[in-house]
């Protein structure tokens, strides 16, 4: 069966400072994935997508970049971290060639405070 | 452009009491319309979707959800609530461009009451 795996679950980081956050997917190829973000009462909002390796597309101008270096690992990246950065981020993905109508499966979230 | 609206962003109802959240999309063809659930610290996980034929739809945990054409909606409801269900609920619509990404509500935080 597939899984998602997000790591870390919690991460406290100073202004300035660089973030990575990593997403792995396990028992499925070449799945589309998905970074989200959702800011302390509001809803999920998309941040970048990818349909393969070396494919990002980013939904909003922002702080932050998203590279796909293998199949199944996403992972989410800032050179220098804002106060707005804090949120909780979640990986999900959808199977290649699912029609877009199957649903999202997601990761566990990573909640990033930003002092 | 799609987009979904939940109009309420907190409810609170008694244990045993009915649940109704409220849905409201935009969307310029045949949407197709999901409601997760995300507990307190986690992902979200599915409890149903719509996608065509009946418009009454069953999902996990004794969900189910009406999806109104004529309305834009697709509320969410369950005949008794459980001290579990305290979570917050998000509907989305998933739409046919690059990507397939879904657009999501704000969410609904429901809080419930012993």
């Known amino acids: 069966s597939q899984t998602i795996h997000q790591w870390p679950a919690t991460l406290v980081q100073p202004v300035g400072s660089p973030l990575s956050l990593e997403c792995t997917v396990e028992?499925?190829?070449?799945?589309?994935l998905y970074w989200y973000r959702q800011a302390a009462g509001r809803g999920l909002q998309l941040l970048f997508y990818?349909?393969?390796?070396?494919?990002i597309s980013s939904e909003v101008p922002q702080n932050l970049s998203a590279s796909r270096p293998q199949d199944r690992q996403f992972i989410l990246s800032s050179k220098k971290l804002l106060l707005s950065d804090s949120g909780f981020y979640l990986c999900?993905?959808?199977?290649?060639?699912?029609?877009?109508?199957?649903?999202?499966?997601f990761g566990n979230g990573t909640r990033l405070t930003v002092t | 452009a799609q987009s979904v609206t939940q109009p309420d962003i907190h409810i609170t109802v008694s244990e045993g009491a009915s649940l109704e959240l409220r849905c409201n999309y935009s969307?310029?063809?045949?949407?197709?319309l999901f409601w997760y659930v995300q507990s307190p610290g986690q992902g979200l996980q599915l409890l149903l979707k719509?996608?065509?034929?009946?418009?009454l739809v069953q999902g996990i945990k004794g969900f189910e959800a009406e999806f109104k054409r004529s309305q834009s909606s697709f509320n969410l409801r369950k005949p008794s609530v459980h001290w579990s269900d305290a979570a917050e609920y998000f509907c989305?619509?998933?739409?046919?461009?690059?990507?397939?990404?879904?657009?999501f509500g704000g969410g609904t935080r429901l809080m419930v009451k012993p």
């Open positions: 999900a993905w959808r199977g290649q060639g699912s029609s877009y109508n199957s649903p999202l499966h």
């Open positions: 028992g499925t190829s070449n799945p589309n």
């Open positions: 990818s349909v393969g390796i070396g494919q």
């Open positions: 969307y310029g063809a045949t949407p197709y």
């Open positions: 719509y996608f065509s034929g009946d418009t």
């Open positions: 989305a619509v998933a739409s046919n461009n690059a990507g397939n990404m879904l657009t």
